[in-house]
């Protein structure tokens, strides 16, 4: 079973930034798309970023393109999302997620991910 523990969620002012990290449990977490997803309350889950296996392509939500940088180290197993100036309607629990199959093209849309981590919470306030 794949695990995927998310951190690095808080607090922060508009305009501040916090970098969330996603660890995966697995040895193949270098074969998949790794992608970010938030849920504001009373709103569905949005794609927020999707890097592929090798981190040579990414793909970013039209809100938070030019402010938001995703990453992986396959050596660590892990993701990141670095969110720069923050805004309020940033504020959502944010979900790392592990691509359905394996390689692949980076996918929005979220049924096409399998494994999902608990979410952190990022609240941004004004």
């Known amino acids: 079973q794949v695990q995927l523990v998310e951190s690095g969620g808080g607090l922060v002012q508009a305009g501040g930034s916090l970098r969330l990290s996603c660890a995966a449990s697995?040895?193949?977490?270098?074969?998949?798309?790794m992608g970010w997803f938030r849920q504001a309350p009373g709103k569905e889950r949005e794609f927020v970023a999707g890097?592929?296996?090798?981190?040579?392509?990414?793909s970013y939500a039209d809100s938070v393109k030019g402010r938001f940088t995703i990453s992986r180290d396959n050596a660590k197993n892990t993701v990141y999302l670095q969110m720069n100036s923050l805004k309020p309607e940033d504020t959502a629990v944010y979900y790392c997620?592990?691509?359905?199959?394996?390689?692949?093209?980076?996918?929005?849309?979220?049924?096409?991910?399998?494994?999902w981590g608990q979410g952190t919470q990022v609240t941004v306030s004004s």
């Open positions: 997620a592990r691509q359905q199959s394996v390689i692949g093209l980076i996918t929005t849309a979220p049924d096409g991910y399998t494994y």
């Open positions: 697995d040895r193949t977490f270098s074969s998949y798309v």
């Open positions: 890097i592929s296996w090798r981190g040579g392509s990414t």
